[in-house]
């Protein structure tokens, strides 16, 4: 099978000449059609600008870009993303909000609005169509933002540090709620993240990157079936997992 | 407080009320003459015994001003959509925004008399003229200035720069563009009397020059209270509209 995303020999630099920063170094991997990757790392390590890379936002200087078999390098639509603040527009309904990516893509907005209403009844927001970001709590605004990422059905979904900015109880909410829509949406999902035992509990597999530059130190596949009950975490197995790649980011 | 909104209207009523029995206080015993400082109660006897000049002089300050103020907005909008689009035209066309922002605009109404006469057009153009800065630098600074995740978050669903900015740079800097009519629109003002009092026939700037020409300064100070309350209540008018429009950016503080 061939992979979703291909990344062969990657190399980013920021800035020119001797005061330019190599962010990543020869960064190979391979991600399949449906498979969650978490990509886990010290802070600055790079793993922001290798989900850059794959979303077309930052130009590699060496290096290939391939999805689904054909070469990309710019920002291309079949990817959905989510940052770790949900951006919504202070002046837009929820729908709104949710709808502004087809609006972009000239889209037919109208045919669209049905998917969004499913959405947001996906995430629990049902009721909330008419009302404005603000009037929502930040679990309930990166909802929102998740429905946006996923309204043009994109192939892949890139998260960057998604959940970061919320509380633990509410985290653990949107584990599960992140699962489902997975499951249901059938996206190939590569996760950033410093949380491994985020990482561990989503993802098939677990990228460590060392940093400056970063490089893919290791790998670890995660072998429990999706998807996964939020007491997995509870398990010898899981706290192996935990436990094995923290020491492979600290050394 | 349960009555905290009608003491918000009454203190500062109030406060003119004392502010203006010290002043007629302080003339009266003074003896300062009418002609150097006019006491209150000559200014009120000025707006009653000419009620239909100033009313007439003050329609014609009005309808330049905010004509000149009108035309500063659309303009100041209109270019900053170009300006925020490209950094090339903005460093090209900018800096010398800013070169004719530095010339005092009051020396150019001879100039803008010269040739349009002494009718309305130079005093709308000193309005515009000095009004439209104001509202532009903001409004083009909040389109300039998105947050750097917003703008890749838009660019991941393959938004173009054209459509970034109309989507989301243009009515994200709506509260600055209101919010800086309140500056343009007393600049107007300011425009509109200076023009009057070099290049024109009538307007309050004329009624001021003229009347203390004659030593008439409780005329003059009638002008001055007109223009301020007249650009006060128009303010007012305009924080009403602002809070219709963009409320949603003034949500923390409703």
Redesign the interface.
Known sequence: MEPAIRLCGITVRYGNGDGGLVAVADVDLDVMPGEVVSIVGKSGCGKTTLL?VI???VKPVRGELVLNGHKANT???G???L?Q?P?L???RTVIKNIL??I???NGDVRSYLSRAYELIEKVGLKGFENS?P?ELSGGMQQRVALCRALI?KPSTL?LDEPFSALDAITREEMWGLLQEIIEYERCTTVLVTHDVREAVLLSDRVVVISGRPGRVRSEVRVDFRRPRGLDIQYTKEFNDYVAMIKSLIGD | MASGKKFKVINPLLTLLLLGIAWELVIRVSNIPNYVLPPPSAILAAFGSYPWYLTYNLAETLTSALIGLAIAAAFSLTLSIPLAYSEAVRESVYPLITGFNAIPRAALVPLLALWFGLGAAPRVLTAFLIAFFPILVPTLTAMITM?K??W????????SKG?ILI??AV??A?PYFLSSLHMGLTSAFVGSVIAEMVASDRGLGYVILSSTSRLDTPLAFACLILLALTTFLISKVLSLVERRV?G??Y?VNI
């Open positions: 850059k979303a077309g936002l920002p291309h639509r990817v959905g993303m940052f603040s951006l527009l202070p002046w502004l990516p609006e972009v893509l404005y603000w043009h890139l | 947050e995740e917003l890749e978050m838009l660019q991941s669903f393959g938004a459509q989507k989301v009515p994200r709506m963009v949603w950016a949500r």
